[in-house]
Structures are given as C-alpha cells and as structure tokens.
Nanobody, 119 residues
Framework: QAPLKESGGGSVQYGGSLRLTCYAS?????????LGWFRQVQGGDRTEVAGIDNAGRTTYTNSVKGRFTISKDFPKNILYLQMNNLKPEDTAIYYC????????????WGQGTQVTVSS
C-alpha cells in the first residue's frame, strides 16, 4: 500500500467546494512528521498550498487563505483539504506530501488528484 494516497478531486464550477482526502497510512500521528498539500499546473512548478505540523499548527499560501482549510484526523492519520469558493486558477493536480518536521523538504509524495474549476 502506498504511504500516501489522495482522493476527492473532481470538476466543479466557480464558487464551488471540494474536500480532498489523503490517507497517510505510513505516517502515524505520533511520529514527528509534518504533512502538506501541494498543487501543480501543467507546465508549472509544484507549490505548497497548505501545511500542518505534528502539533496541528497550520500554514497557508496567501492565495488560498480564508478559502482553504487543512486539517488532520490524528487517530486515523487522515489529512484533509477543504476547499471553498474555488476559482479557475485553483485548477491543478493536488498532491499530499510528508516530511520529518525537522527537515525542510518533503520526501514522500502521493500520486495526486486532479481538481478542475470552470468559470
């Protein structure tokens, strides 16, 4: 089983909502791991959208603040990204990723899930 597996992508219209789920089976909540959501548009770089550390503290890129919420079910070790008020510029492949909180780079990645927002 892959350590990280995303689901919940799809197609929505402008202003719609989606919730992405990442099953982080290989990274129990008690470990010192930080998790994040990234996105990548075709031909572009993969950029961090939101992150959560092992204490539940969260960070967001400016373009999604107030619209996206990252959360984690620690006992079940499931990561979520609630996305509201979606815009066409949110269209991308979304990935969840994990890193040791003492590291600066993410070392494990899911396969990604497509999110498409139409105007």
């Amino acid at each position: 089983q892959a350590p990280l597996k995303e689901s919940g992508g799809g197609s929505v219209q402008y202003g719609g909502s989606l919730r992405l789920t990442c099953y982080a089976s290989g990274y129990p909540g008690s470990w010192n791991y930080c998790l994040g959501w990234f996105r990548q548009v075709q031909g572009g770089d993969r950029t961090e959208v939101a992150g959560i550390d092992n204490a539940g503290r969260t960070t967001y890129t400016n373009s999604v603040k107030g619209r996206f919420t990252i959360s984690k079910d620690f006992p079940k070790n499931i990561l979520y990204l609630q996305m509201n008020n979606l815009k066409p510029e949110d269209t991308a492949i979304y990935y969840c990723a994990a890193r040791r909180c003492g590291d600066t780079t993410y070392s494990v990645w899911g396969q990604g899930t497509q999110v498409t927002v139409s105007s």
